[in-house]
């Protein structure tokens, strides 16, 4: 099916995939980090080394060694990215020509091929192409920072309760949300780890330019009850939200 729309440089896209079926595509901690790892390493144009990829857990360059290893340019800025148990959110600009085709190319192919090795299995993991939506105003991009890293939120709080109530215990939703390894959060609210690297662009940091600013921002959207079904002005449409 062909998009709505094509990749500029210097705009900024909502990339988001699942598994076919709906299944799993993150089985254990390990499945985790190999995605991450692979947000990291795609993202230049040189080719994906695929001895980093299959080595066995503790053969090769450990998890936090990987994000020791120099790369050459970025082709997109990765702004924001949470991984969920059966699918992914990334916020990206195209940098270069191609750049994000180029990216996802080698993050599907590259975690695709390591998946289906490591669990016997043969065919698509993906359910088809990655989705794709222009994150074309400010509004809508502060949106999908709160809308992305507040998808985890949905592992501890029913979801269907939130869209009519609303979250039901705040507390709880931050400390998740804070000790929560797989997005990029840490990036803005001051927690330190290795795998920062994976976010390459410096725009939220404008918005919000201390974690006090980011956690206005999300704990606002963390208040409206129906952040995932109604979305907001210029904010998903309802085939995006679809598939979340």
């Given at each position: ?20 079926d ?27 080394d ?10 090769g360059p ?13 082709i ?39 998946f ?19 994150a ?29 109530v ?18 990029s ?55 995006e939200?679809?598939?979340?």
């Amino acid at each position: 099916m062909q998009r709505p729309h094509t990749f500029s440089i210097n705009e900024h896209y909502h990339l988001y995939n699942r598994g076919t079926d709906k299944r799993p595509i993150f089985l254990d901690r390990n499945d985790y980090h190999r995605f991450m790892i692979l947000l990291y390493l795609c993202n230049t144009n040189e080719p994906l080394d695929m001895q980093k990829i299959f080595v066995k857990p503790g053969e090769g360059p450990s998890f936090t060694e990987i994000f020791e290893i120099k790369r050459k340019d970025p082709i997109v800025a990765i702004n924001a990215w949470t991984l969920m148990p059966n699918h992914f959110h990334l916020l990206v600009k195209e940098i270069t020509e191609g750049g994000i085709t180029t990216f996802m190319r080698k993050v599907n192919t590259g975690y695709s091929m390591y998946f289906n090795k490591k669990y016997n299995r043969t065919g698509n993991l993906f359910e088809g192409k990655f989705k794709s939506k222009h994150a074309d105003n400010d509004n809508y991009l502060k949106y999908l920072f709160s809308y992305i890293h507040l998808n985890a939120v949905k592992l501890i709080d029913d979801e269907s309760r939130w869209k009519e109530v609303g979250i039901s215990n705040f507390k709880n939703a931050k400390d998740f949300l804070i000790k929560y390894e797989y997005s990029s959060l840490a990036n803005y609210i001051g927690i330190e780890r290795k795998y920062n690297k994976i976010v390459t662009e410096d725009l939220f940091y404008e918005y919000f330019p201390d974690e006090k600013a980011a956690w206005v921002e999300i704990l606002e959207w963390l208040s409206y009850k129906n952040l995932v079904e109604d979305g907001v002005k210029d904010g998903p449409s309802q085939k995006e939200q679809n598939e979340k």
